[in-house]
């Protein structure tokens, strides 16, 4: 059963702490994608990774670091630096780089209070 | 870089009408043109997607359609469904700067009611 997996689907963290989002591919996809989605706003993206052990910032970085150390994982930590980091984080992946089409994993919703 | 603008941001049809989203991009230099439906909670799913050498696109109960002139797309859905409910994203990529990474737009609402 090949897709992309999200864990946990809600979480909770204080203010102040770091949070890791995992995010898991059984594809075979080289590239994939980390975006953030808030109320009545579409998908911004925070990181991307074309390739194993390298990755690029995307839109709205500042607040979140990611590594991507095995083609099939690509963790998101959101840190204590992010101002407002409560929202939907998605998870995508695609076969490579230069491919258009993107796969979404179901998404993590997390809360900070 | 690419903006894509969606219209509109909510939509409410009765049960067997047509829907219709629209969208308009602004980078000449993208050719792929995905639609994604988002139900609550979930990620979201390719529903259905065109390139800049076709004009229109059917699967179904669905079509899209683009003018490239215009710079615009949209997604018509026809004898709707209440499971049709969900949102819907429009996207807009291409080769710039050697990265395929869509932009998207901020989604439509789409309510059918039985």
């Known amino acids: 059963d090949g897709g992309i997996t999200q864990s946990p689907k809600y979480l909770f963290r204080k203010e102040g702490q770091n949070v890791t989002l995992s995010c898991e591919q059984n594809?075979?996809?080289?590239?994939m994608y980390w975006y953030r989605q808030d109320p009545g706003q579409g998908l911004r993206l925070i990181y991307y990774?074309?390739?194993?052990?390298?990755?690029q910032k995307g839109d709205i970085a500042e607040g979140y670091s990611v590594s991507r150390e095995k083609k099939e994982s690509f963790p998101l930590t959101v840190t204590s630096a992010q101002k407002n980091p409560t929202a939907f984080y998605l998870c995508a992946s695609s076969i490579g780089p230069h491919s258009y089409e993107q796969y979404f994993g179901p998404g993590t919703r997390l809360t900070v209070t | 870089g690419e903006n894509v603008e969606q219209h509109p941001s909510t939509l409410s049809v009765q049960e067997g009408d047509s829907a219709v989203i629209k969208c308009t991009y602004s980078?000449?230099?993208?050719?792929?043109f995905p639609w994604y439906k988002q139900e609550l909670g979930k990620g979201p799913q390719l529903i259905i997607d065109i390139r800049s050498n076709v004009g229109e696109k059917k699967d179904q109960r669905i079509a899209v359609t683009l003018n490239k002139t215009a710079k615009h797309f949209s997604l018509h859905i026809t004898e709707t469904q209440p499971e049709d409910s969900a949102v819907y994203f429009c996207?807009?990529?291409?080769?710039?700067?050697?990265?395929?990474?869509?932009?998207f737009g901020r989604g439509t609402s789409l309510i059918v009611h039985p």
């Open positions: 980078d000449s230099a993208s050719n792929y």
């Open positions: 990774s074309q390739i194993v052990n390298d990755f």
């Open positions: 594809l075979n996809h080289d590239a």
């Open positions: 996207a807009a990529s291409g080769p710039s700067g050697g990265s395929y990474i869509p932009t």
